[in-house]
């Protein structure tokens, strides 16, 4: 049963650079039949989708925030990670990372509990 | 971007009853189509892939239907732990939008 679980610093200074983990156990980061996403939700708000990441490293991020995020795979620890630079307190959110299916309907079936991260001085 | 636009944004049931949540998008996605829900505190959790087809362990009160750009997300017979938020995403196009929720409230 693959299980991912986010990590990170829970505080960030405004202007600074917010780098999250997610450790996947149970199965391969580079089993091309899954993608890896980003997805993160401000306190009381919806979801908003970051990005993916496939097994060849080959990303798609959001526009909203293209220039200011970089996602990356570490096949040797089995992990994705995110970072997002010049954060403000609109980048405050719990983070998510989850796993999609690189085939139609290109759902995201697994989910990790997620990691909250706040934006403050 | 695709936009997603559901409705109700909120509604309130009794255990029991029969809801229905429906989702928009703003261009034809096909059935590219997902619904996830949310409970306080908790990660999202996929319930529908494909507009219509139910994972495994996903009972079968709820269900999906639709294609293009109309979905209907029904759960029939209504129990306590069905009261959450809800969610359709597209996957038809990067970015994978989401729509802004609908929560589930007991009357």
């Known amino acids: 049963q693959v299980q991912l679980q986010e990590s990170g610093p829970g505080l960030v200074k405004p202007s600074q650079t917010l780098s999250l983990t997610c450790a996947v156990s149970?199965?391969?980061?580079?089993?091309?039949?899954?993608?890896w996403s980003w997805v993160r939700q401000p306190p009381g708000k919806g979801l908003e989708w970051l990005g993916n990441?496939?097994?060849?490293?080959?990303?798609h991020y959001n526009p909203s925030l293209e220039s200011r995020v970089i996602m990356s795979l570490d096949t040797s620890k089995n992990q994705l990670s995110l970072r997002v630079t010049s954060v403000t307190a609109a980048d405050t959110a719990v983070y998510y990372c989850?796993?999609?299916?690189?085939?139609?309907?290109?759902?995201?079936?697994?989910w990790g509990m997620g990691t909250t991260v706040t934006v403050s001085s | 971007d695709i936009q997603m636009t559901q409705s109700p944004a909120s509604l309130s049931a009794s255990v029991g009853d029969t809801v229905t949540v429906t989702c928009r998008a703003s261009?034809?996605?096909?059935?590219?189509l997902n619904w996830y829900q949310q409970k306080p505190g908790k990660a999202p959790k996929l319930l529908i892939s494909?507009?219509?087809s139910l994972p495994s362990g996903v009972p079968s009160r709820f269900s999906g239907r639709g294609s293009g750009t109309d979905f209907i997300l029904t759960i029939n017979t209504l129990q306590p732990e069905d009261f959450a938020v809800y969610y359709c995403?597209?996957?038809?196009?990067?970015?994978?939008?989401f729509g802004q929720g609908s929560k589930l409230e007991i009357k």
């Open positions: 995403q597209q996957t038809y196009n990067t970015p994978y939008t």
């Open positions: 261009q034809s996605i096909s059935t590219y």
């Open positions: 494909s507009a219509s």
């Open positions: 989850a796993r999609g299916v690189a085939f139609w309907p290109y759902y995201m079936d697994v």
């Open positions: 990441i496939d097994s060849s490293g080959s990303t």
């Open positions: 149970g199965g391969a980061i580079s089993n091309g039949d899954h993608y």
